[in-house]
Every structure is written in C-alpha cells, then in structure tokens.
C-alpha cells in the first residue's frame, strides 16, 4: 500500500501543528466558534450529542495492521475502547476529549494517517473498491489514482469552501462496488481497445434529502486529464452552486437545475484553459505511485486444498461462511475475506479495541499485513491462502467477527444515528439491533439469500437507505420517532432508489414490517430470484398489502391523521 | 490609514473601501477625494466621470460578471474582491478566474471577513495584499501565512503540482515495498 515519503509526512505534521495552534487560538477565545467550526471540521471533528466525534480517513479503503494497532491503542487509552466504521472507508471515535485531538492526530501522523478533509464543505476522503487489486473482475486497479487524488485534494487552496460537501468514488472493475453514481463526481476506470485507461465520469450525484444518480458528464475521459478535468468541474460548482440554502446547495442541484448539456458546456469552456497544462498527471508520476501498490509476494498455490474441501464437505457453518464471507480473488489458491462487523447486540460497523488488535495479528498470520475496510462497514483480509481458510474461520469465530451473513439480511447498513450524532432525527441502531435480534436463524436468513437493508437516522442518508433492497429512514414526527420504509433500490452497475411502501411506522414495529416484507417475497419468489428482483418484477402492491393490510396500517393512518389534523 | 499585509509584511494603506447601502441610488451617490474601492456596479453607473480620476479601484462581490469585468480593468490601479463571510469560497475561483483566464496582473486584494487561517488560501489563488477584518491582529496573521511546507497541486502562485516541482521517485526513503 502506499506510504508516505518526506514531502507527505512534513505536510501532515504541519497539518498537526497548525490544528494544535488552532484549537489553542480558539481556547483562548481568539477564534469564535463559528470561525473554528470548520477548522475542525476540516479535520474530521464533529462536536456531537456527548462528546466530539473525530473521523479518521482511511484512503480507499486500505489500511495496514500497524495502523489498526494504533487505532485500537487510541481506543482503547482515549476513548471507551471501541470505534465504528462508517460506510466511506472512515473510522470514528465517539468519546475523545476536545483537547486530547490534537495529541491523537500526532499518533495518527505517526503511522502515516490523518482526518484531513473527512468533514467540511471540502473534498472528501475519496473512496473506492475494497477489493482493488485483487478482484477478479477488475480491469483497473483504481488505488494509484486514488492516491494521486487524494493528494491533489489535500489542502486544495481554491476548494476549501465549497457550498457543500464534495465527495468523489471511484471503481474499474466489472461490476461496481463503490457505488459511483451516487457521488458528487463518480469515476469508472476502463481500457480502451489498445489498453489506454480511461475514465467515464458521472457527476451530480448524491443521496441526502434529494436522492439523484449522477449523470455522465464524459465517456471518455484520458486518465492524465483527471485532475484538470475535476478541476474545471468544481470550478464552475463553487462559483454557480447555490449558497443560500445548504439543503439546495450540493452539485446535484446545479446539476439538475443546469441540465446535464449545459453543466458540461461550463465544465469544457473551463477546461479549455486547463487541458494539457501542469495539472496533467505524467507517466512518470503514475509509475512513482503505482510502485506502492505491487503485488504481494504470492507463493504458488494450487487453486483447491484437500483439508480445505473436507472442512468444506463436513462443516456446514464452515461452508455457510466460505459461501457468504470468502470472495474470489484474481491469484489461484488465494481468497479475500470479510471479517463481519455485524455481531448481535452491536451497533453494526463498531469494533472493540481487543478485536482491532486481534484483527491486525490476523493480518499479520494471514495477508501481509494489510486490511481493507467496506461500504458495507466490514474488515476485509484482502490475501488469504485457500488453505489457510480454515484455521482462519475458527481464530475468526472465537473473536465474534465470523457471522456468515454479509451480503444476507443482517448484514445492515447503518448510520450512528440518534444515540450519537446531533443531524439524526430518530435512532438508528436500535432498530438494527433489533432486526438482528429477530432474524438469527441462520437457514432463514440463507434461504432469503441477498439482501441489503440500510438504516439511515435522518436525511442526510449516511446510511444509505435510498440504495437499500430494504432502506429504512427515520423521521421526526411531533417530537417522536417515526421510520419511513423504501423497496427496490439497489446498488452497483444497475443502482437505483427505493420507493417508499407508506405510511411511517413505529420503531417497535419495524421487525413485524421486515417479517412481512420476507413473506411476500416466499410467498411470490420465482427460483432464485433476489427480494430486489421480486420486487422489481411484481411492483410495491403485494408488499404494501401485506404491511398495510393490518394494524399497523390502521397505526400508520392514524399517526398519519395526527399529523395531518 | 490602514495596515494591509503585502510581501510577508505590514504596509500602510490609504484605501478605502466604499460600501453603499443595499438599496441606495448608485447614480447619486458621490465618490469623496482620496483613493477608495467602489462596487462594480458603481462603477458601471458613473464609469464616464470616474475613469477621469486616477484614485478609483474597483470591488467585486461574488455575484459580479466577470467578463464584464474583464473588459474594464485594465484602467484601474487595483482590483479587489470581498468575501462577505469567509465560508463563501466564490472569492478563490475569482481570484483564480481573473489572474488565469482574463489574464489581470495588477494588485489583487482581499476585502471584507478575512481571517487568519484562510491566509494562504488566498495568497496561492492569487491574491497578493490583504486587507484584514478589523478583528484580526496583524501580528497573528504574519505568523499563519505559510502552514504548509509545500503544495500538492497547481495554482495561480505555481501552477506546477509537487510532482513536477521535485523529484519524489529520488525522495523516497525506503517507502515502497520492495
């Protein structure tokens, strides 16, 4: 993975120092808090319902055992001794002290991390595949010009104060993990016929009180033209974007109101003045870059095992979790592997201190030391021998981070929500927990197979419930909370948003709605179908009857009078 | 008179910057003597009687047209740009805007909330006198104008990003793995 050289080291020490004088200026009371607000912003601190909340980038996902140690010792002698991934390759403690910030971004900078720009009306931590580099499908590992991004956006002088915050993800394989058309830009990296890579640029999306899929704004963009390209892009956005109204102000919204033609008539006047200028990337920087990002020393594996297929043939909790947790990986005999961080009775994405130890030696024994983290707010040991997989499943399973459910039902998506984060209209993770609780049975949960439900505790969509199979968001009705349910989004190549089914729903109700939204889709299943694709193929009505067709629509209409009258 | 910082350093300044009331007749309004910065807009109204002076700069808001601005400057002897809040960010991608693509090599100041921590911002889009918020200490300032030991990305003070300002390849002290 890529480590920082002189250059990227001195700039964030100087970024450390320059917060430390910052946040001294501010007690001293030379900064108001509004003029510290987005300083701090800046560097990923939130000041929350109990204390600030400090969001730590992980750049496209990768992150090294030696840094998870560090994490896990800042857990554990700064905070409560847990931390949470989010869903855009973040980590965030809940519980250090205003003053303590700047000594643990010093630790950070140590181990080659930062919380630069995870927060703020600012370029945000660009993110990506948590299977780069070795997925099968992939056709262009995307980590080199993450990294040459990330460094591009860092300190930006020109793009500090967007009207808003601006995101980018970028992917090149086949299929889409990254979810790129819901970002403010969204890169798709492919080759040409003769092998040039290059980028089809999406632009405009975004989730958040007005969900919007970005639009192709370039088929074919060079890659050496990347940076001037978005250059031009966030130019026009941080002239002509709205400032009056933050709800209005994202590029989606100049997007929409432009029309695609002519934001892109802007964008291209403006990279009139920029195309082949300094901006453009050069072979030699790409090849400096791409350097950090060689394979592993691979041994020469046969791609089965002996041990591995006994293991397979007699231990169905060992094959359920091979089938749900293990993923393809382009090296034969190596597998990917996802440590899950759904565990009953924790907040989805939350990881103790002792686990974030226990993962890096995982690491260490298993895949080079590195690690990925997910959108779907799960570890991924990236290089995994076959062989190895079974030893590896039993440390995994004794350390509670082998539930053989991702990509299953409770494998949720979910924001802190209102037990933590001042924006959340209603608490989120209850209503996971309870899911949770209700859906354990494993054969259940396999026999519905496939199925994404993403938790959001407000509209800003942290937890992405426009993109859910399921998407549940919570609202604040009267000063109660109330969860509003979506069907039928979906991400990936074909992502889409949910529509609503009604009526908002009480959070005591929310395992009986799953519960029968589960039976309609037995009940109507073709063979092998996903809930996404039933859904898709007989409409919202059976599913709506099913809820509604009872008390709780009776709950619902009557709350929805309330409301009204 | 004022203090601005210019070159790392104070200067004195005798510019003033005229703020007419939103509402007010730009056509009556009159420009006393002395050197003063008037709106764009103002400008445009009276530009036949105050091109005749020598003392007249020109203030641009965020909303300004820059190509009609573009087509006027070249007759002032300074341009500057307010930031009505230091969170609206339109300033920078002026400023970028004015010394790239119209071209303007003349004294580009910075006017209105200007603060301490956005200093090199504005030095590096392009701007090269400051004019401060009365709130802020101009010893504060000259202590802030220089954070960061390089710069990532192009600009209007380099246009060439780290990359092509060293030799990073040659920099790097083991990092790669081998």
Known sequence: ?565 | MAEILKNGQVHNDNWQVLRPEADAELATISVPAGQWLVPFALWQTQSAALKSRNDIGVWLSPEDDLSAVAAEFAGWPLVAIDFPKFTDGRGYSIAWRLRNHHKYSGELRAIGNVLVDQLFFMLRVGFDTLALDPKVSTEAALKHLTPFPDTYQGSTDNPAPLFRQVDRASATQGGARS
């Open chain 1, 1 to 565: 993975m890529y480590r920082y050289d002189p250059y990227d080291h001195a700039m964030v020490k100087a970024r450390v120092a320059q917060f430390r004088d910052q946040t001294n200026r501010w007690q001293a009371g030379e900064l108001s808090d509004e003029e510290f607000r987005p300083l701090r912003l800046q560097n990923g601190l939130y000041m929350q319902r109990h204390a600030p909340m400090l969001r730590i980038a992980v750049p496209y996902a990768m992150i090294s055992a030696a840094q998870l140690r560090v994490l896990a010792a800042i857990a554990r002698e700064e905070d409560k001794g847990y931390a949470h991934f989010t869903t855009r390759h973040n980590l965030q403690y809940n519980w250090i002290p205003m003053d303590r910030v700047p000594d643990v971004l010093e630790r950070l900078a140590d181990v080659e991390m930062h919380a630069i720009q995870t927060s703020g009306n600012c370029i945000r931590n660009v993110t990506s595949d948590q299977f780069a580099g070795i997925a099968p499908d992939e056709v262009v590992d995307t980590r080199p010009l993450a990294e040459i991004i990330r460094q591009w956006s860092t300190f930006h002088p020109e793009f500090a104060f967007l009207p808003r915050k601006f995101k980018i993800a970028v992917h090149g394989a086949e299929r889409d993990r990254a979810v790129v058309q819901v970002h403010d830009i969204g890169l798709h990296l492919y080759r040409d016929d003769k092998g040039e890579v290059l980028a089809r640029v999406w632009v405009g999306g975004g989730l958040g009180r007005t969900p919007i899929l970005g639009e192709v704004i370039n088929e074919a963009l060079p890659w050496r033209h990347l940076l001037s390209y978005m250059e031009a892009i966030i130019r026009v956005y941080n002239l002509e974007g709205r400032r009056d109204n933050p709800y209005k102000a994202r590029i989606k919204i100049l997007v929409k109101a432009l029309g695609i033609e002519e934001f892109r008539r802007k964008v291209d006047a403006e990279w009139a003045d920029l195309k082949d200028g300094p901006a453009t990337i050069t072979d030699a920087e790409l090849a400096r870059v791409s350097a950090y990002f060689t394979a592993p020393a691979y041994a020469s594996l046969p791609d089965t095992d002996a041990d591995y297929e006994a293991r397979l043939a007699s231990d169905k909790a060992f094959a359920r979790w091979v089938q749900q947790n293990v993923h393809a990986h382009r090296v034969p005999g190596y597998r990917a592997v996802t440590l899950s961080l759904k565990q009953k009775g924790f907040a989805p994405g939350d990881i103790t201190d002792v686990q974030m130890d226990a993962v890096a030696d995982l690491a260490d024994a298993y895949s080079f030391g590195e690690l990925r983290s997910s959108h779907e707010q799960n570890l991924v040991l990236s290089d995994v021998e076959l062989r190895k997989l079974p030893e590896l499943f039993d440390k995994a399973k004794e350390l509670k981070l082998a539930s053989s459910t991702v990509g299953l039902l409770t494998d949720i998506i979910c924001c802190p929500g209102g037990d933590f984060c001042d924006l959340a209209n209603a608490k989120s993770i209850p209503i996971a927990k309870a899911i949770m609780e209700r859906f354990d049975d494993l054969d259940y949960l396999h026999d519905i197979g496939e199925l994404d439900l993403n938790i959001s505790g407000c509209m800003n969509a942290c937890g992405h419930h426009h993109v859910g199979h399921i998407g549940v968001l919570g609202v604040d009705k009267n000063d109660e909370e109330w969860y509003q349910v979506t069907i039928g989004g979906r991400q990936g190549n074909d992502t889409r948003l949910g529509k609503v089914i009604g009526p908002s729903f009480a959070a005591a109700d929310m395992p009986d709605v799953v519960t029968k939204l589960l039976e309609t889709y037995v009940k109507l299943r073709e063979p092998e179908e996903r809930f996404v694709a039933t859904v898709v193929r007989v409409g919202l009505d059976p599913f709506k009857l099913s809820v509604y067709g009872d008390s709780a629509k009776n709950r619902a209409n009557k709350n929805k009078e309330a409301n009204n009258g």
